[in-house]
């Protein structure tokens, strides 16, 4: 059975920095990308970005640039999205999402169950 | 970035009805290499992640039930449900994959009449 299972909530300040982990299992790790993608309260779908799980190439959304980091660990089939400098417009439900095999077209045949991160003071 | 609309944003469908969403995007997402148009609609439940229906627009993912059909080319697609079921409510997205970033549309919240 193929899965993807994503850390728990967290609650942040302002300013600080979240890491979100996606648990990939039951497929060949390395042959499907993973993009990050959020859905903040009453917003829609918004892609952050991407990592190639076999060499580590990222492609991040210019609206994130300079302050999502996405990476992966081909060990433990993980991967890694951090967001720093957290303001309270990031409170989101973070999800990641697999790429479907043809690795040019990115459109995303599973999901994780998201990851919900609230920044307050 | 290429914006994706759809409309309505709600729509509330008899059981046993047709339902239709409709998407249209800034640009066209139609590639004239390989006359593909590069768009997905995914089906959100309450608590759940988007699970993927259709891609190239009108092609079904496996497993998804055939009243789910997508049709359209270059700006305009529509989703269309054949018969509504219980289990279709949900919001529907649709997205582009014509250039990166892929963009999502707004949704459209779909209920029972």
Known sequence: ?121 | DIVMTQSPDSLAVSLGERATINCKSSQSILYSSNNKNYLAWYQQKPGQPPKLLIYWASTRESGVPDRFSGSGSGTDFTLTISSLQAEDVAVYYCQQYYITPPTFGQGTNLDIK
């Open chain 1, 1 to 121: 059975q193929v899965h993807l299972v994503q850390s728990g909530a967290e609650v942040k300040k302002p300013g600080a920095s979240v890491k979100v982990s996606c648990k990939t299992s039951g497929y060949n790790f390395t042959t499907y990308a993973i993009h990050w993608v959020r859905q903040a309260p009453g917003h829609r779908l918004e892609w952050m970005g991407t990592i190639n799980t076999d060499n580590g190439n990222t492609r991040y959304s210019r609206k994130f640039q300079g302050r999502v980091t996405i990476t992966r660990d081909t060990s433990a089939t993980t991967a890694y999205m951090e967001l720093s400098t957290l303001r309270s417009e990031d409170t989101a439900v973070y999800y990641c999402a697999r790429n479907v095999l043809t690795t040019i077209f990115w459109f995303f045949d599973l999901w994780g169950r998201g990851s919900l991160v609230t920044v307050s003071s």
